[in-house]
């Protein structure tokens, strides 16, 4: 099954985010991946009106500690949604599978906790070069995704009568 262009979509169809406020959480582990990914985020938030005042962006240590972050971002900054980004590759190990659990079920648990997006942004490939093509390679850049589900799950809930 090929994988499509992460970057690729009809931006007419992308609702305008000045208006909204946007937490971005970085991993540092393969920080040569996660940046190129915020840097697509970021870049694509701007293209669809985003200000740099409202796109605030922290790095964790690892994808392991991405929900905590995104959690620190509901609590203690008034933003309408929170992306999480970062890249594990598969080793020899099961390490692989439990830190994707994890930050799948902690990302879950925070969409649900407090009633707003937060983005699921985390490459999950079997070797480097995988990653490099989903990281602004021949695959686009899944950090343009993660923004535009962003706006567009923002837009969602500012449209639903109360």
Request: proline share 2%; charged share 20%.
């Amino acid at each position: 099954m090929a994988t499509k262009d992460l970057s690729q979509y009809d931006i007419e169809k992308v609702p305008s985010a000045s208006d909204m406020r946007f937490g971005i959480v970085v991993a540092e582990w393969n920080l040569e991946i996660t940046s190129a990914l915020a840097g697509g985020a970021v870049n694509t938030l701007k293209k669809h009106g985003a200000t740099d005042d409202n796109i605030l962006v922290k790095y964790v240590p690892g994808s392991f500690e991405l929900p905590l972050g995104a959690q620190y971002f509901a609590e203690l900054e008034n933003v309408d949604a929170v992306i999480l980004l970062g890249c594990v590759i598969q080793g020899e190990t099961r390490h692989f599978d439990y830190i994707c659990d994890g930050v799948t079920k902690g990302t879950m648990d925070l969409n649900l906790k407090y009633n707003k997006p937060f983005i699921f942004g985390v490459l999950t490939t079997n070797n480097q070069q995988q990653a490099k093509d989903r990281a602004g390679g021949k695959h686009g850049n899944k950090g343009d995704e993660a923004a535009v589900t962003a706006i567009k799950m923002v837009y969602l809930k500012q449209n639903f009568s109360l």
